[in-house]
């Protein structure tokens, strides 16, 4: 079993990481920083409130993870720590370098260290460790995500949970995360996708534009009726005839 300290060790290795049960620390969460998703290309209708914990246990830097063997400043130990003959050390600094800096799942954390060759009861015992610390948090990782990717991308509830499961988050907890947002929530961020890219479909004809602006709602993964739905009251808006498109689909 690991010493207490050598566990308070790894816990302020992160910084903004919570502080364990185990560590005789208190259990404070970490301020969430920039999430690094905002791309200009909407300009944030984000869910409405959603649950408190999440941003109270968002770790900072929530953006795409950098690459596997990217230093960080902060990783001298866990660089150590990886030439380690002790497989548990060389797991535990594996897991710190790919958590500083953006939270990880469990299994994206489980995955690379199968990569690694790290036995798998190691493994298991140094995930299970750290997610009792809090340094991994499937649920927090799934609201942040929501939070993050419909305020910055203008993603829809189903793009949103396909991502999560290519993330191995389990799908009760993509549910719970995915339930932060409703079809009104969803519809407004749609008419404000349409709003901002409107002006630079001008001068195409009618069935363009609709299949244009309808097919950016679908790959961010709007429900076709809605996306339909949303394109012809903008078009009306600007005078364009749309009579004749409804029930078609693009």
Partial sequence: MTRRTDWAEYEHAIPGAPRGRGSGGDSGSATAGDDGYGDGEHGGAGPRGGRGRSRGRRRGGFGEPPGEDE???????????????????????????????????????????RKREIPEDVAEEVL???????????????????????????????????????????????????????????EATARELVARKLRATRGLDRDKRLRRLAGMLARKGYPEGMALRVVRQALEEEGEDTEFLEGDSF
Avoid: M, N, Y
């Fill in 128 to 186: 299970s460790r750290f997610e009792e610390v809090g340094l991994i948090d499937d649920s927090a990782f799934a609201d942040a995500w929501v939070e993050s990717r419909h305020h910055g991308r203008g993603l829809a509830r189903r793009a949103l949970a396909r991502e999560l499961r290519t993330k191995g988050v389990d799908s009760a907890l993509i549910d719970e995360a995915v339930g932060q947002l409703d079809s009104e929530q969803e």
């Fill in 71 to 113: 230093g960080t400043p902060t990783s001298s130990r866990a660089e150590r720590g990886e030439s380690s003959g002790d497989p548990a050390e060389r797991a535990r600094a594996i897991c710190l370098r790919l958590l500083t800096g953006t939270p990880r799942t469990r299994k994206q954390l489980g995955d690379a260290l």
